[in-house]
């Protein structure tokens, strides 16, 4: 019934009691739907038109007082009309109550206003009820105000007022969202929007009292479109009247909401009424009134915020036993373990202790169920955790528990790297007490080489061959499932490497310490940090991108494939596949993860020739997991420091160096990138001796791990380089000379480097043909920067032999590609006093060709190239099979078409990718 009607029936009934007509009225409906209103307005209209008006209220703290609402009642009534004798307050017998009542509408029309007539205690009910039977000619009218969802206790007695000749009921129910507009639109003093009408309804049901509690958290007057009203604040106006109609609305429903609250979506009739404790009739009772107050829809709490709330009013123990009990009723339910967890994890937050967990083995099976479902469903890898977390402290069966410390390693290591290094320190302590099992030991060395941890990886596949255990222990390699890229893409094993040589005048290794020999399998199963030399693994590693998602299960796979790309010479195609999953991980849930990608996307940039977006993506690493990333931080670190040393800027690699070292990062696989950076910033600062330190050592753990491939580490041209600055030409060729015979020439990075070092240890005559072979190899690797260096090596040698003009040339464009590259050191090399620094303009790629040369045909295109990198038209043609006339022409047109006249005047966009395609599928022979 709107309000207008009801505030109409009001009206009849005060004339018709005026009149000389007794009338009961019966204003029913849920708490907040605005009965006490009703009774104020009646109680005023009466006063006006001069009834006497006695109000009184019941309360469920004074239900249990007899004639509490009598005495009220009796302390309005005039004393003139009272026996003799008998004071205000004290309650009076139902005859001389009714004879008073009489007494008083013989002087004037007397309205008797009861609130919350649902808590009126027995004793006053039953007066009233004496009332209504006695008094029906006199100017009486009774006013109640009633719940009509708590007649449990005295239904019989609601039945007796039916039957007075004057009763009247108004139902007072909820707003419709009419209602609800006309309220929001006096509120804010404008027509109320369909959308603001409609959120507000939703919120509140359409509740009177938690309308305008709503209303009173928006300021006043509202200027402008409403757009989106705010939560309601945690303790606002909307949360205090919701608990407020809670607590009017008694013990069962405060009970009800708070199962309600802890079971949130998962909420039916039934589970409710097994949280709560109730009987099935008292929960329906209890959910009605819920319902009708407009705090519930559809069986569950309307709105979050009062759930909240209701929870907020839950002592924190009681609260964790409920959450344990609602644990164990949705599992007997059989409910999902995603469901489920998330109430044994918020037992445990609200201080649950694990005696008081439910009994049995379900628990840790549910938990670990969800850590499942968190990772293959959604990827929420902190509630895997967490779920695993606390599988571990409920599980009693030891080996269990060391294999949710296993799984948890695996898990936290997207977000925590530290972390996870730490959750392997118990199962590697079981492992070397013989208490960890052939499958959980192959798990741990999955783990270990995962997190870069070779020694102990490699002690716990030769604790797996052990003859003891050798009986009960798969031959596969247990670290290949992981690691190994589809067949195609599997890595041949390495060849057994040769010792690397001790640094002269540096002391050998301590001939008591024991040399971990690496076992084949954990050779063979390196494979995340060493790669194949065929071209099948490119193609390989491409397939896997492209069709597999990224996922917790194909994390490890889709980095080694990145890894791959890496070190098959396609950098290129490295950086582009790290940026598209560097977009895909979410940097607050993975950082991890993001290091990870943001670590193999700098050692692609460094490998471009990009420092500047090297060290940008090592920074970003770095900070991903400053502060908890392990022994894997030195990872991005190293590239850092390598990338800051080739732009000169050796105070920032000074600050990042005086971070102190673990002992455990020299039984990492991370210790070899970081002491190569560390020695090529020791070179740089003419510390030659000890930067030669740095890289035998790199090579001495590389071979000891099995893991001595050039494409990933080439320590020994970094040797020979070291070697070549303190004057020792022989042992630099050694070097240089051992690396050229290794499988890792093939890799025209790893080629183009040996020869520009070996030309730096042959005569001069030889020099400038070992550096066009280098600039050939390292122009298809596309490393900038190496390319620079060997066109700055071969400029020096053809200026030595006399040839001033090409050297300038190839001088110049190798400056240009050093400044590009934002080497300053290197430009101040090769032309002293310009670093370079003010040319550069943080590109972060190759430049493109411009509009002038996109005008050239592809063969001018390559003939231009070469000439613009110093060839002589007889070298042009030689290495392009065409003749020197040709040459002759395909360049006059070039000049015309660019607008120059000379060589020295091509444009710098003829770089390296232009020079490749000048030569395609030329090697060296």
Known sequence: MCREDACAQLEGALTACASGAAGVVLLEGAVGCGKTEMLLHVAESAERLGALVLRAAGTARERDVPH??????????????????????????????????????????????????????????????????????????????????????????????????????????????????????????????????????????????????LLSERPRPVRGPADRWPEPAPGGPFTQAALTCLHRDGADSRTLAVALAVLGEDATPELTARLAGTGPTAAARAAAALEASGLTEDGRLRHPAVAAAVLDGVPRHELALLRTRAARVLHEAGARAGTVAPHLLAASEAGARPEEAPHGDWPVQVLREAALQALVDDERCDHAAACLELARTLCADEQTGREIGLQLAAVTWRKHPAAAERHLDGPLAALRRGDLGPAQAGRLARLLVAQGRIEDAAEALERMADPRTA???????????????????????????????????????????????????????????????????????????????????????????????????????????????????????????????????????????????????????????????????????????????????YEAVARRLQTPVPEELFSSVYALNYLRARGHYYLATHRHRAALGEFLDAGRLAQRWGLDRPRQLPWRTDAAEALLRLGEHRQAERFVVEQLATSGVRSPRVLGVSLRLRAATSELRQRPKLLTRAVDELSRSGDRLELAKALADLGRALLLLGEGTRAGMVTRRAWHLAADCGAAPLCAQIMPGQTGTEQRTAPERPAEETPETEQLSESERRVAALAAYGYTNREISAKLYVTVSTVEQHLTRAYRKLGISRRQDLPMSLQFDSLESAFPGVGVA
């Not at 009642?73 to 026996?83: I, M, Q």
């Open 68 to 213: 509490g609402v009598l005495r009220q009642l009796t302390s309005g009534l005039p004393a003139d009309t009272l026996p003799d004798g008998a004071a205000g307050r004290e309650p009076l017998g139902g005859r001389a109550f009714i004879a008073a009542l009489r007494t008083a509408a013989d002087r004037t029309p007397v309205v008797v206003c009861v609130d919350d007539l649902h808590h009126t205690d027995p004793a006053s009910l039953d007066r009233l009820l004496d009332v209504a039977r006695a008094v029906r000619g006199e100017r009486l009218l009774l006013v109640l105000a009633d719940a009509p969802h708590e007649h449990a206790e005295s239904p019989l007695a609601r039945t007796e007022f039916l039957r007075h000749p004057g009763f009247t009921r108004i139902p007072l129910g909820r707003l419709d969202e009419p209602g609800t507009a006309a309220l929001l639109a006096d509120h804010t003093g404008r027509p109320a929007t369909e959308a603001d009408t409609a959120w507000l309804h939703g919120a509140t049901g359409g509740n009177p009292l938690l309308l305008r509690a």
């Open 471 to 649: 009986a009960r222990t798969t031959r596969e390699d247990p670290l290949r499932e992981l690691f190994a890229l589809p067949p195609a893409a599997a890595p041949a094993g390495p060849t057994a490497p040769a010792a690397a040589p001790a640094a002269p005048g540096a002391p050998a290794e301590h001939p008591g310490a024991p040399a971990r020999t690496g076992t084949a399998e954990l050779r063979s199963s390196a494979a995340l940090w060493t790669h194949p030399d065929s071209a099948g693994d490119e193609q390989a590693a491409e397939r896997l991108l492209k069709g597999t998602p990224l996922a917790h299960a194909t994390f490890d796979p889709i980095v080694q494939a990145v890894r791959t790309l890496v070190h098959a010479d396609r950098p290129d195609r490295a950086a582009v596949w790290c940026r598209r999953l560097q977009a895909e991980t979410q940097p607050a849930a993975s950082p991890g993860w993001q290091s990870v990608f943001g670590l193999v996307h700098s050692e692609a940039l460094l490998r471009l020739g990009d420092l500047v977006g090297a060290e940008r993506e090592a920074s970003a690493a770095v900070d991903a997991v400053a502060d908890r990333g392990g022994l894997f931080l030195f990872g991005p670190v190293a590239t850092l420091v390598t990338a800051l040393t080739a732009m000169g800027r």
